[in-house]
C-alpha cells in the first residue's frame, strides 16, 4: 500500500490564482480530511468527509472547496488564492472502528 | 487550537526522560492522542488513551490522562536524538468521524 499520497510537494501562487490540491489513500478508508499547519498554531481542520458524496466544514473552510466523488480520492481546491492561505496542507485517512488516522507528508504552498 | 495547550520547547539529555504536556478545556473529549512530527514529514500517532483511563503504557512511551484537571502528559523514558521532533497532543470527540483538535505542539530537543 503506498497509503495517503499527496501531490505536489510544494506550490506557488499568486493571489488569486485557482489550483487543486490531490489527495489519495489506497487503504479503503472512509473517512478522509484536510488540515492546515501554520507555524504555533498546530494542525486545524478545513473539510472533512465521512464517505463517497459527503463532505462536511471544519473549523477554518472559509476559501476552500471539496468533493469525495470516489473512496480513494478528496481533493482541496482553492478558487481564488490569497496570501492568508499560505501554509503546510496534510491530507488524512481513517477507517471505521480505528483510532489511527494516517496523515500524507503534505503539500506546503505559498500565495504572493 | 485554542482549546487544547502545549508548551512551545522541552529540551533534555539523551538517557534523561522527557515529559510532554498537554492541557484541554472540552471534558467531553472521547479519546486523547499524542502525534509526533519530524522534519519535513506527516504526522504520525504515537498513542492514544480513552478518557475513561488514567494511564497507558506502551514500550518507551507512558500516558497519564488526569480528568479532573484536564491533563495528558506523555512520559518518554530513556530519551534518544531519535525522539527529537515536534509532538502534538490532540482530542476527538464521540462520533464517528471523530474529527481532531490539536495543540500547538511542543518542539523536542534531545542534546547529546
Known amino acids: 500500500n503506498a497509503g495517503v499520497t499527496q501531490t505536489p510537494k510544494f506550490q506557488v501562487l499568486k493571489t488569486g490564482q485557482s489550483m487543486t490540491l490531490q489527495c489519495a489513500q489506497d487503504?479503503?478508508?472512509?473517512?478522509m480530511s484536510w488540515y492546515r499547519q501554520d507555524p504555533g498554531m498546530g494542525l486545524r481542520l478545513i473539510h472533512y468527509s465521512v464517505g463517497a458524496g459527503i463532505t462536511d466544514q471544519g473549523e477554518v473552510p472559509n476559501g476552500y472547496n471539496v468533493s469525495r466523488s470516489t473512496t480513494e480520492d478528496f481533493p482541496l481546491r482553492l478558487l481564488s488564492a490569497a496570501p492568508s492561505q499560505t501554509s503546510v496542507y496534510f491530507c488524512a485517512s481513517r477507517t471505521e472502528g480505528q483510532e489511527t488516522q494516517y496523515f500524507g507528508p503534505g503539500t506546503r504552498l505559498l500565495v504572493l | 487550537g485554542e482549546d487544547v495547550e502545549q508548551s512551545l520547547f522541552l529540551s533534555v539529555r539523551e538517557g534523561d526522560s522527557s515529559v510532554i504536556n498537554c492541557t484541554y478545556t472540552?471534558?467531553?473529549?472521547?479519546?486523547l492522542y499524542w502525534y509526533k512530527q519530524e522534519p519535513g514529514a506527516g504526522l504520525q500517532l504515537l498513542t492514544y488513551?480513552?478518557?475513561?483511563?488514567d494511564m497507558k503504557q506502551d514500550q518507551r512511551l507512558t500516558v497519564l490522562l488526569n480528568k479532573k484537571d484536564k491533563h495528558l502528559s506523555l512520559r518518554i523514558a530513556d530519551t534518544q536524538t531519535g525522539d527529537s521532533a515536534i509532538y502534538f497532543c490532540?482530542?476527538?470527540?464521540?462520533?464517528?468521524?471523530?474529527?481532531?483538535?490539536f495543540g500547538s505542539g511542543t518542539q523536542l530537543t534531545v542534546l547529546p
Open positions: 490532540a482530542e476527538s470527540f464521540s462520533g464517528s468521524a471523530r474529527q481532531l483538535t
Open positions: 487503504m479503503n478508508h472512509e473517512y
Open positions: 472540552d471534558s467531553s473529549s472521547t479519546y
Open positions: 488513551i480513552f478518557s475513561n483511563m
